[in-house]
């Protein structure tokens, strides 16, 4: 089996595939994805030693009726360069395998027409490889993570840029530690825009406001574009939160970035066809 890793600074998701002759299990947790034997979002610990994240990932596996040993493959997309060495020491510890990170050099598939392709986040490079196989293009990625981000690929597969900004939970954490007389409340989708307490103030401020944000840059994008997308996906922690209220997204796709590694490590398994450490 694949394990795929998408290493954000907020969060980890787990994505566990089966490869080509593997037998699927009685269940998929995605009927839409028979190949998904399990998937999983755990938060991520900059700090956790290497037994800390192999204690952890084998007791995920294990509550899944799943072992370790049936991982013969790992790749792991990372924005988050102070675990690097850690996990690659748990893949090689827990899993006895020697994982591909989605680094400069991997063989994408995909024209990146912008000014310099390694500066691109490798799960936005992710994000945009699985959009364009499942959907074709022109299509537009919105991904609600830490930070969120805006990708647009053109007809043909062709990278054309985007744009980064603060993701809700940030700005809203902003917000809190600026403002001393407000105290933090939880961000959900408020009753009504018109609050009539301070709570209701904030959650509509937070929630409606980020709509526009997000509502505003694909408006823009769109005019540029000047072409219609076929889809505009929202993917990431915070997606179907806020996708919902927005004009402009038309699907939502919770494991597009866990696909996504899936795809990239099919075009480069040719290079490495064993990964066993021993």
Not at 252 to 259: E, G, K, Q, R
Request: some cysteine.
């Amino acid at each position: 089996m694949l394990l795929a890793l998408d290493v954000g600074n907020t969060n980890t998701t787990l994505g566990l595939y089966r490869l080509d002759g593997e037998e699927p299990a009685p269940s998929a947790p995605d009927p839409a994805q028979p190949d998904l034997a399990a998937h999983w979002r755990v938060t991520t610990h900059r700090a956790q030693t290497v037994d800390e994240y192999g204690v952890f990932f084998v007791n995920l596996f294990e509550m899944h009726g799943l072992a370790p040993s049936q991982v013969t493959h790992i790749i792991i997309a990372s924005v988050v360069p102070p675990v690097d060495s850690t996990l690659r020491q748990v893949c090689q510890a827990y899993f006895h395998v020697e994982p591909m990170f989605v680094e400069p050099g991997i063989k994408t598939g995909m024209p990146m027409l912008i000014d310099n392709p390694t500066e691109l986040g490798a799960d936005r490079l992710a994000d945009c490889i699985a959009a364009y196989d499942r959907y074709g293009g022109p299509c537009i990625v919105v991904d609600f993570g830490t930070a969120t981000k805006f990708e647009v690929i053109s007809e043909r597969g062709e990278y054309l840029g985007g744009a980064i900004a603060p993701g809700l939970g940030l700005s809203a954490d902003a917000l809190f530690a600026r403002a001393a007389k407000l105290s933090r409340v939880d961000i959900k989708r408020p009753a009504k825009v018109i609050g009539t307490n301070t709570i209701a103030h904030l959650q509509s401020g937070l929630y409606y406001g980020y709509i526009g944000l997000v509502d505003g840059i694909l408006e823009r994008i769109l005019s540029e574009m000047g072409t219609q997308p076929r889809v505009i996906v929202a993917t990431g922690g915070l997606a179907r939160m806020v996708a919902e209220d927005s004009r402009y997204v038309t699907e939502i796709n919770d494991l597009l970035t866990l696909d996504g590694l899936r795809i990239l490590f099919e075009r480069n398994r040719a290079a490495r066809p064993r990964s066993r450490t021993h």
